[in-house]
């Protein structure tokens, strides 16, 4: 089955610097989101991007979070100044069709970002 | 608003025993999709299942079993004969047609003992 790929696996960093998480969805996919967990809580959803714009960001998603696709495969999250409080395991998904078709989330394996 | 409510935190069996995981979702709209995720240690998530809101068959898929009943906004998932390898995090999802992502439940911690 294809996958989604995301990089690196752990990533450790000091508060207050930027941070790219980065993601290879599958080929074929259009719609491209953002989750995250904090250690045992629930998975959070941050931002859902389509056609090069985000369809929809939740109250997380502040100015420090931006999502861009750079090129025709990758798709990154940057957080500009990280937090304590960022720190969580961030997945990436993706699907092949939109929301109203209620399309399955393929997801990836994860980033768990640590913020000292 | 919470919109998935998977009350049960954590269940805790003995191999071979069966487990019941509870899901209550809301929503006002008529369309809409359910989805179990299941998250093993290792910390991936893995779709176990999709379904719409128009079909309230009951599913069955080897030791795995899903209950939707709109009446009671219900999507409940049974594991029959547990394993050990059956411990894992388990979420319910809900995606609405207006929304554009996949809302989660809080997730219920299984834990199979041998």
């Known amino acids: 089955e294809p996958e989604v790929t995301q990089t690196p696996s752990h990533q450790v960093t000091q508060m207050g610097q930027e941070v790219i998480l980065r993601c290879v969805p599958i080929s074929n996919h259009l719609y491209f989101y953002w989750y995250r967990q904090i250690l045992g809580q629930k998975v959070e959803f941050l931002v859902s991007f389509y056609n090069n714009e985000i369809s929809e960001k939740s109250e997380i998603f502040d100015d420090q979070f931006s999502v861009e696709r750079p090129d025709g495969s990758n798709f990154t999250l940057k957080i500009r100044s990280t937090k304590l409080e960022d720190s969580a395991m961030y997945f990436c998904?993706?699907?092949?069709?939109?929301?109203?078709?209620?399309?399955?989330?393929?997801f990836g394996s994860g980033t768990q970002l640590s913020v000292l | 608003a919470q919109k998935v409510t998977q009350a049960q935190t954590e269940i805790s069996v003995v191999e071979k025993e069966d487990v019941t995981l509870d899901c209550v979702y809301e929503?006002?709209?008529?369309?809409?999709?359910l989805f179990w995720y299941k998250q093993p240690p290792s910390g991936e998530l893995v779709f176990l299942i999709r379904r719409n809101s128009f079909d309230e068959q009951n599913e069955i898929s080897g030791r795995y079993s899903w209950n939707f009943q709109k009446s009671t906004s219900s999507f409940n998932f049974t594991i029959t004969a547990s394993q050990v390898v059956d411990s894992a995090v388990y979420f319910c999802?809900?995606?609405?047609?207006?929304?554009?992502?996949?809302?989660f439940g809080a997730g219920t911690t299984v834990t199979v003992r041998a």
């Open positions: 998904a993706s699907s092949a069709g939109g929301p109203y078709g209620g399309e399955k989330l393929f």
């Open positions: 929503t006002r709209d008529t369309t809409y999709y």
């Open positions: 999802a809900l995606w609405l047609p207006n929304d554009y992502k996949l809302s």
